[in-house]
């Protein structure tokens, strides 16, 4: 990443250590702030008087270049086998401490890492905490005499991808495809080699050439808004045309010559840097010279914001509305005038409001008469399909559906339940084992579609599930699956014999636990719905049917058990709710189960037989519309009774007339 924004980091990776000469008279380097890291091979191969003129290279670099905690500074690193930090980038300050310290160093004469030595540099060398600064470019030296024994091109594309420009220097045995793997490009300006170090000073000469030959608005943060214009060792900034330069030296600002009143323009002046447009006000428009307006006729050229009628003056606009219509607050939109609001009609019913202007209509269950205002009441029931299914009941505009007495009217408002108590959960529990045997199956299939037959099944209404079990349990459709006999029935029919064992206790406790369970349809304990579990089955359980009998009756569910065949008594018994004599029934033949069927209605429905009449709460909504219903039945009934009793009145009054 670019440490600067105008600035590409130069980090010179130099792999071996050049020495050049140097007189005391030469200027020094001022090329801007730099940090710059020496990266020197000190392996075996490297002969002491070969260091020694490595040595000295750096030494006459820096005597090159303007040291200082503000200018250049300078760190130093050597490897071999190891990598060895000899000083920091915030060690000295000043050059004679860096001759000093360089003087100090002692070769490691190991081998020659030149890898982890430029990771070492990458990570470590150009950080914060080791005096590396901010927006200033990193410059290293490395110099090697021989070919790394570790891999060296991944750690530096690395490097460069951080923003590193490796310079790569060898000498003699040095590996040209290793320095150029190193290297930055191109090549021509990063890869040195030379054939001893005597001649390594060349690469001095270069390399002092190249920093101080730097642009600084290339490499430094210059700031310039604009422009950045170098000079030799410094820079100014320019800005664009239509711009002038802050005072800051560096910041452009427009020149805004409306602001300046700098301009010609008669009404509105439109600033860009540096030049200027004309503009008119609405109303106006721009006259050929361009600085010039002239009025327009707003409301012609449909510049204008009235909802209807726009009354044109020069320049302006007023607002006005069509005939039946009024102008609101904002002088723009209208509103129509609604006499039927206003209460300007004379209507009976209905008034329908039109701008200015109305017209009447009557309820539902009253037709217009000629006057086009008043209203006659309508026998609905006479002139709609009312759908009653016993009879329908007319009352000023509407009417509604009645049933005889002993069926009560069902929730669309419109047919007649089969008996008051059909609002009931029931779960079917049938035996579905190998002793049933699949032409019997059929008949226990038909068993439980002769039962829905005597039930009024809806979603509101009675909800019927079915489970089949024999060694194992299984849902063939639960409670909140079919809305309709129909449904049902066609579903019994699809049901498939499961054969194998009669594990009926398992089959209660699946009833108990899930079958009249809400997530399955049953509907929620507060609602008093009457919850039935029948079971049928055709011989002894193979396992213990007691204690999920026993909790089904606790948990408020009124059993039934219906036995063929093998069946046990005393397991039927067990099962059925009390009292036992209505809740229990056995047949030797399959044959003979549709007997059971029809005498089992007559427990679905207790009104129609000797069992217990459901009692509803008074207060629940279904109550209270069944007595509305039966209440408004009556009315009707004795209407019609005193309506032929006035009659006769009137007939015996004039008869008591005719005689005087």
Do not use: W
Not at 74 to 92: P, W
Not at 268 to 281: E, R
């Amino acid at each position: 990443m670019m440490k600067m924004k105008h600035l590409t980091a130069l980090i010179y990776l130099v792999v071996f250590t050049a020495a050049r000469p140097q007189t005391g008279s030469e200027q020094k380097c001022k090329s801007g702030p730099v940090d710059l890291v020496f990266l020197i091979d000190s392996s075996r191969s490297v002969r002491p008087h070969e260091f020694e003129t490595m040595r000295k290279f750096m030494i006459d670099i820096l005597d090159t270049l303007d040291i200082g905690p503000n200018a250049t500074r300078v760190g130093v690193v050597q490897y071999s086998s190891q990598v060895r930090s000899e000083f920091s980038l915030k060690t000295h300050s000043k050059l004679e401490a860096m001759v000093k310290n360089i003087n100090q160093i002692v070769p490691l004469a190991q081998g020659t890492m030149t890898g982890l030595a430029i990771k070492y540099v990458m990570d470590l060398a150009f950080t914060a905490e080791e005096g590396d600064r901010p927006k200033v470019p990193n410059v290293a030296v490395i110099v090697t005499d021989g070919r790394p024994q570790d891999r060296v091109a991944e750690v530096a594309a690395d490097a460069r991808e951080k923003g590193i420009e490796i310079y790569a220097v060898g000498v003699a045995r040095a590996d040209m495809a290793s320095l150029r793997a190193m290297a930055s490009p191109p090549f021509e300006d990063h890869v040195f080699l030379v054939e001893s170090f005597d001649l390594i000073h060349q690469f001095g000469l270069q390399f002092q050439d190249k920093l101080c030959g730097v642009d600084l608005c290339l490499v430094s943060d210059h700031g310039c808004d604009h422009i950045c214009e170098s000079s030799p060792g410094s820079y100014h900034c320019l800005c664009l045309p239509g711009y002038t330069l802050n005072d800051d030296g560096k910041t452009c600002a427009a020149v805004d010559l409306c602001a300046e009143g700098k301009h010609n323009c008669e009404q509105i002046c439109i600033s860009s840097p540096g030049s200027f447009t004309c503009d008119c006000n609405r109303g106006y428009k721009l006259n050929d010279d361009k600085r010039t307006c002239s009025t327009i006729d707003l409301c012609a050229e449909g510049k204008h914001d009235c909802e209807q009628i726009c009354v044109s003056s020069p320049g302006v606009f007023t607002c006005d509305c069509n005939d039946g219509h009024t102008l609101n607050e904002d002088k723009k939109t209208c509103t129509p005038i609604d006499l039927c609001a206003e209460g300007k009609h004379d209507c009976e019913q209905i008034c329908i409001s039109a701008p200015g202007v109305f017209t009447c209509d009557c309820n539902k269950g009253f037709k217009l008469n000629k006057d086009k205002k008043t209203c006659t009441n309508m026998d609905l029931c006479k002139t709609v399909e009312h759908g009653c299914e016993h009879q329908c009941v007319s009352t000023p505009g509407s009417y509604y559906c009645v049933c005889p007495d002993s069926q009560p009217l069902q929730e669309d408002g419109k047919s007649c339940g089969a008996c008051k108590s059909a609002n009931i959960d029931l779960v079917l529990l049938i035996d579905g084992s190998k002793s049933v045997r699949p032409q019997n199956f059929e008949l226990v299939k038909q068993f439980v579609n002769q039962v829905v037959d005597s039930l009024d099944v809806s979603a509101h209404g009675t909800r019927v599930g079915l489970v089949q079990y024999s060694s194992r349990v299984r849902t063939e459709f639960p409670l909140n699956m079919y809305h309709s006999a129909e449904e049902i029935k066609a579903a019994v029919m699809k049901v498939d014999y499961m054969e194998k064992g009669t594990m009926t206790g398992l089959a209660l406790k699946h009833m108990l636990e899930y079958s009249f369970s809400e997530a399955e349809g049953a509907r929620p304990a507060n609602r008093h719905i009457p919850r039935i579990g029948l079971v049928f089955t055709d011989g002894r359980s193979q396992d213990d049917i007691t204690e999920y009998a026993k909790q089904a009756k606790e948990a408020g569910i009124t059993m039934y058990a219906v036995g063929v065949g093998k069946a046990v008594e005393d397991e039927l018994r067990e099962i059925a709710s009390e009292p036992v004599e209505k809740h229990f029934y056995y047949t030797t033949d399959f044959t003979a189960i549709s007997n059971i069927a029809e005498n089992l209605k007559l427990n679905v429905c207790p009104e129609e037989s000797q069992g217990e009449i459901e009692v509803k709460d008074p207060c629940a909504c279904e109550s209270l519309v069944e007595f509305q219903q039966a209440t408004m039945s009556s009315l009707e009934q004795l209407t019609h009774k005193l309506a032929g009793m006035t009659a006769r009145l009137e007939q015996l009054e004039n008869q008591l007339l005719s005689r005087k």
